[in-house]
């Protein structure tokens, strides 16, 4: 009983020795795992910064890109009235030069016309020379 009592204490310290030793693995491990989820938190976090600023930075360029659709809107809506503008002039010139060529064709038309009598009158009087007398300072 006597080595029972002095082993008993030994036998129970190497039980304990060897949960000591499982609890540091345990704690080692526990260790190591929350470094690692440190590690992982502090990643997670800068990525998350990146992904913000990033976020904003495409919001910028969105409100940007926006305004400058509607300035380019604007613009279009300007130059489509300005268009319009132009072709329903271009079409009273059109009416008017049309208008113009008519009249300018009537008008040669009656100047051939009075060309064609001012040559008969002038043949007419010509031919009748002999009977008109004193009327010769006409012809010269």
Known sequence: MKLYTKV???AAT???QKKMQKVQ???TSLKEGLVLEE???????TEKKQMAEEKLQLQKQLESSKSRREEITQKLET???AKQHLEQSANEVTARLSGEEYR???????????E???ESLKK??????????????MLE
């Open 104 to 114: 300018a064709t009537e008008f040669l038309k009656q100047k051939k016309k009075t």
């Open 79 to 81: 130059l489509v009235d």
């Open 25 to 27: 693995e345990k704690v």
């Open 39 to 45: 590690k992982l938190k502090l990643r997670l976090e």
């Open 116 to 118: 064609a009598e001012c």
């Open 14 to 16: 190497g039980k304990e």
């Open 124 to 137: 007419n009087i010509t031919g009748d020379r002999g009977r008109c007398y004193g009327f010769d300072w």
């Open 8 to 10: 008993r204490p030994l």
